[in-house]
């Protein structure tokens, strides 16, 4: 009789921990879809096959801001002298880098891997717009952040499919699952 409070104690403290847990897969989980969503809402403007070159607009003219209002020199004469030189394979290259973003992030397949390059990407937007005018400098802040998260929290192990995979390739002794387990 004297243990039934202890037992209660212990089942309460228990169905609670899960319920944490539970939240907290589904808090990371939603960060990673709302990310992904936001990376899938941008790839909207970026039209090939010029990708606003000719007219000015779109990515064009957002990516020349790197150009008019400088955030770092090097990144400016880098942007000014290979990208805008080469505009169209980079709008390619940021139409598939993004709609990647989107896509694996959404379900959560190799989340780690797209959160660094989800971080890369952030940066150079940054480093693009981040003094043009209008701009919300902690907008650029917060992606950068988002991603950091994304890649601490392993986020597509939380109702993704690098949770689902993932112990299967933990117990693969070749190379591919070990780099997939890294990846997730």
Do not use: C
Request: charged share 10%; aromatic share 14%; no cysteine.
């Amino acid at each position: 009789m004297g243990m039934e409070p202890v037992m209660a104690a212990k089942t309460t403290a228990s169905v609670e921990a899960g319920g944490d847990a539970r939240l907290r897969r589904g808090g990371v989980a939603a960060l990673r879809i709302g990310v992904a969503l936001l990376w899938i809402q941008n790839v909207a403007w970026k039209v090939p096959p010029d990708f606003g070159e000719h007219a000015n607009t779109g990515l064009y003219f957002f990516t020349h801001f790197a150009v008019d209002h400088p955030v770092f020199p090097p990144y400016s004469w880098f942007v000014e002298h290979v990208v805008l030189a080469n505009f169209p394979f980079f709008g390619w290259m940021t139409l598939l880098i993004e709609a990647g973003l989107g896509a694996f992030l959404l379900i959560g397949l190799a989340t780690r891997f797209w959160a660094v390059i989800g971080l890369a990407q952030s940066l150079a937007i940054m480093l693009s717009v981040l003094n043009a005018p209008n701009e919300w400098h902690w907008s650029y802040y917060l992606m950068i952040l988002a991603h950091v998260g994304i890649f601490a929290t392993a986020a597509g192990r939380s109702f993704g499919i690098d949770g689902v995979l993932r112990p299967g390739w933990m117990q693969s002794t070749g190379r591919l699952g070990a780099l997939l387990v890294r990846l997730s």
